[in-house]
């Protein structure tokens, strides 16, 4: 927890420092609510989250009287935490519930260059680390060296790849991953799909059709959306088109180490209607961490 919360807080607490600066000022008139809103649209928190959250300020300013900063960074990291969601189900399931013979099955998908092999990657081997044996598969067989670099990956975490000839079909290498996963009784099978955005009609059915094949073995057990967190608005709109083709029970957001523009995370979940579960804070290994509300919000406003 302490640990998001330090390595989040150089690049996110501009956003609470400048809000705070806002509201300490002597007289709140309209120019400074309307910086307020500049502020947290500039962060990307998106404009329904923005307004609520402008309104629910005005309203417990109002009531306040006097303002010591620290009654105001406790109001505004109360109102950030109710906005980014205390209670939603942030758990990455890859366990199987019974006692079913099956890997659980985790597939992977987001646009090229969004980071979904490093996070691939970064997931195995937390799961490695964990104990569990994971069987990685490599459906992106569009490019040679995303393969290569998940091979790589798994070399390095300990867990074994499963990869077809360059520019074959997706779905069979994700069909056998998760038949080699499960004859090898391999805990978990994480695979890793092509994210072409040229067609929407052709990642459709790619990636309908990779779901479809896998569920002829087992069920898909998380469906896990890798976003930039430095896109902005680019990224919900292929937040928007992705959860039209599958099912998005989970969000990653990358590199959120390298952008001040966490309100992304609150934008996005309203978007989906679905948390952000896992965050990526840098290219290393060790570098994905869990998503928590509380450090979350902590680094913004601390
Ligand atoms: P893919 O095409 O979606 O599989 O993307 P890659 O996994 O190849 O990642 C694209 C680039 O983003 C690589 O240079 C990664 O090292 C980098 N990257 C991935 N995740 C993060 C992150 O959380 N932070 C930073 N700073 N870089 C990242």
């Keep these: 927890l302490v640990r998001l919360r330090d390595r989040l807080s150089r690049s996110q607490n501009s956003l ?7 509201l300490s000022r002597e007289h709140l008139d309209e120019d400074t609510w309307e910086e307020v809103e500049d502020t947290l649209l500039t962060a990307d928190v998106g404009v329904g989250p923005t307004q609520e959250l402008v309104e629910r300020l005005r309203e417990r300013v109002k009531v306040l009287g006097t303002r010591t900063p620290e009654e105001l960074r406790g109001l505004l990291r109360e109102e950030l935490l109710a906005l980014v969601g205390t209670d939603l189900d942030r758990t990455v399931h890859t366990e199987v519930e019974g006692a079913v013979d099956r890997p659980g099955v985790v597939l992977v998908v987001g646009v090229n260059g969004t980071g979904k092999t490093t996070t691939t990657g970064k997931l195995a081997r937390v799961l490695v680390a964990d104990g569990k044996s994971v069987v990685l598969g490599a459906a992106d067989t569009f490019r ?10 798994g070399t390095r975490v300990g867990a074994r790849t499963v990869r077809g000839p360059e520019g074959g079909d997706p779905a069979s290498v994700a069909f056998d991953a998760v038949k080699q996963g499960t004859e090898a009784s391999a805990d978990v099978v994480l695979i890793d799909t092509a994210g072409r955005l040229h067609t929407k009609t052709g990642l459709m ?3 309908g059709k990779v779901k479809r094949v896998v569920e002829k073995q087992a069920p898909v057990d998380e469906v896990l ?3 930039d967190a430095t896109t902005g608005q680019n ?8 959860a039209e083709v599958v ?7 990358t590199k959120l180490d390298g952008t001040a523009k966490g309100g992304i995370v609150v934008a996005v979940q309203r978007e989906l209607g679905v948390p952000v579960k896992l965050v990526g804070l840098g290219e290393g290994a060790d570098d994905l961490a869990p998503f928590e509300p509380e450090a979350f919000v902590d680094a913004l406003v601390q």
Aim: aromatic content about 6%.
């Design 16 to 22: 609470g420092k400048g809000l705070l600066t806002l």
């Design 144 to 153: 040679a060296a995303a393969a290569d670099q998940l091979e790589t990956w």
């Design 205 to 207: 059915d790619e990636l």
């Design 225 to 227: 959306l890798v976003l």
């Design 235 to 242: 990224g919900l709109v292929q937040a928007r088109v992705f």
């Design 247 to 253: 099912d998005i029970t989970g969000i990653v957001l």
